[in-house]
């Protein structure tokens, strides 16, 4: 069974460009969620998806990021423009089932951005 | 705010045991995650623990004091594939939306 993937693995672009990140949860896997790491700090929340529904952006840094899933299936997350402060590690994870108190979360191997 | 405490690096021998600590101050708590991380890789999940008390998996064992407001990671019989960063992340109470507060990792460096 494949796991969450997404593309691309390395993304290197200037200031004020447009970035599109992909993730493909596990098949099946109505949650999506996209976590960040900028470097020298700690994973962060950036938001969750149910299906196509967004259940808690609460974690997005400003608009300058959009993330969507249509269809309920693959998820974008667009930064546009990009700044410096968004360079980082973005994670994809997905995850079986409703709300619950355990479960794993499945993460993907994550989208490097470098904003120069 | 959130604050979850972990030490930034550690170095044990192969063969040997290495406890993992993790300190928590969260405005919630419903559970507390270990995850493992090798260099350029995804996280992959090792324990889970939301009651007082060890969780033990083959070579890993985690442990959790709610009232301490800290955890371990503990691994025995060390290998040099388990130089990893060890993630420990906690879920906050809430609307259920499974948002995981992480510390920074801790690096580990398995020694011959």
């Known amino acids: 069974e494949a796991g969450v993937t997404q593309f691309p693995s390395h993304s290197v672009i200037e200031k004020g460009q447009t970035v599109t990140l992909r993730c493909d949860p596990i098949?099946?896997?109505?949650?999506l969620y996209w976590y960040r790491r900028v470097m020298g700090k700690e994973i962060k929340f950036l938001l969750h998806?149910?299906?196509?529904?967004?259940?808690?952006e609460s974690g997005m840094p400003n608009n300058r990021f959009l993330a969507e899933r249509t269809g309920g299936t693959y998820s974008t997350l667009k930064v546009q423009p990009a700044e410096l402060e968004d360079s980082g590690v973005y994670f994809c994870?997905?995850?079986?089932?409703?709300f619950g108190l355990g479960g794993e979360l499945f993460f993907g191997e994550g989208s490097r951005l470098t904003v120069l | 705010g959130q604050n979850i405490d972990q030490p930034t690096e550690m170095t044990a021998t192969e063969g040997a045991i290495v406890q993992i600590n993790c300190t928590y101050q969260?405005?919630?708590?419903?559970?507390l995650f270990w995850y493992q991380q090798h260099a350029g890789e995804a996280p992959t999940f090792l324990s889970y623990?939301?009651?007082?008390g060890l969780e033990e998996k083959g070579r890993f064992s985690s442990f959790l004091s709610r009232s301490k407001g800290y955890s371990y990671l503990l691994l025995k019989e060390l290998q040099m594939k388990d130089s990893a960063s060890y993630l420990c992340?906690?879920?906050?109470?809430?609307?259920?939306?499974?948002?995981?507060?992480f510390g920074k990792g801790t690096k580990l460096s398995v020694i011959p």
């Open positions: 994870a997905s995850r079986a089932g409703g």
């Open positions: 098949s099946g896997h109505d949650n």
């Open positions: 998806f149910v299906k196509e529904s967004k259940q808690d």
């Open positions: 969260t405005s919630g708590f419903n559970g």
């Open positions: 623990n939301v009651l007082d």
């Open positions: 992340a906690v879920r906050l109470s809430g609307a259920g939306s499974y948002q995981l507060t």
